[in-house]
Antibody, heavy 125, light 108 residues
Framework: QVQLVESGGGVVQPGRSLRLSCAAS????????MHWVRQAPGKGLEWVAV????????YYADSVKGRFTISRDNSKNTLYLQMNSLRAEDTAVYYC??????????????????WGQGTLVTVSS | DIQMTQSPSSLSASVGDRVTITCRAS??????LNWYQQKPGKAPKLLIY???SLQSGVPSRFSGSGSGTDFTLTISSLQPEDFATYYC??????????FGPGTKVDIK
């Protein structure tokens, strides 16, 4: 069965760095684009970053661009999020999610069909 | 950027009620619309993709409709396990997969 397990969260001071990991199993990791989505306490979902199946393309939300870096190691079935220059507003539960496609009538539609359980990042002095 | 709105932001309903949640996009997104359910302390769960396709394993009381800018998630007969927050998400303008602000469904 598909499993995504995040780790690496914790309490960190403003301006410091943290690296999150997402270990994947139960599917061919190297065939799927992967995303990070976060949720601040009591708030909604915010898309953070995506990396293509082969790592060839990466995109970021404006709120994290230049500070966060998404990467993957397909030999280890693991997704990463390197978070630098952390701010209080980065405090959130961070989820990794798998992107799947549904194609019909010449169009392909994306969705996030599997999610990890999340890891909490708290940025505080 | 495409903005997503949802209404209502919250609602109270009873078991057995028919519940409808609306999602609106700031521009046409065709059928590039997904719905997720999230329970407290849990990860979101995909319910509906491509506006109206039911994800495998999701009960048939959930249905989605709409195209263009206006979309609806309907729960035909609310069950105790359906009390949760529901989010829509556009997948038209990628790579930024914008989510709606959520609709919380709680017990009347």
């Amino acid at each position: 069965q598909v499993q995504l397990v995040e780790s690496g969260g914790g309490v960190v001071q403003p301006g410091r760095s943290l690296r999150l990991s997402c270990a994947a199993s139960g599917f061919t990791f190297s065939s799927y684009g992967m995303h990070w989505v976060r949720q601040a306490p009591g708030k909604g979902l915010e898309w953070v970053a995506v990396i293509w199946y082969d790592g060839s393309n990466k995109y970021y939300a404006d709120s994290v661009k230049g500070r966060f870096t998404i990467s993957r190691d397909n030999s280890k079935n693991t997704l990463y999020l390197q978070m630098n220059s952390l701010r209080a507003e980065d405090t959130a539960v961070y989820y990794c999610a798998r992107e799947s496609f549904y194609c019909s009538g010449g169009s392909c539609y994306s969705n996030f069909d599997y999610w990890g359980q999340g890891t909490l990042v708290t940025v505080s002095s | 950027d495409i903005q997503m709105t949802q209404s209502p932001s919250s609602l109270s309903a009873s078991v057995g009620d028919r519940v409808t949640i609306t999602c609106r996009a700031s521009q046409s997104i065709s059928s590039y619309l997904n719905w997720y359910q999230q329970k407290p302390g849990k990860a979101p769960k995909l319910l509906i993709y491509a506006a109206s396709s039911l994800q495998s394993g999701v009960p048939s009381r959930f249905s989605g409709s709409g195209s263009g800018t206006d979309f609806t998630l309907t729960i035909s007969s609310l069950q105790p396990e359906d009390f949760a927050t529901y989010y829509c998400q556009q997948s038209y303008s990628t790579p930024g997969f914008t989510f709606g602000p959520g609709t919380k469904v709680d017990i009347k």
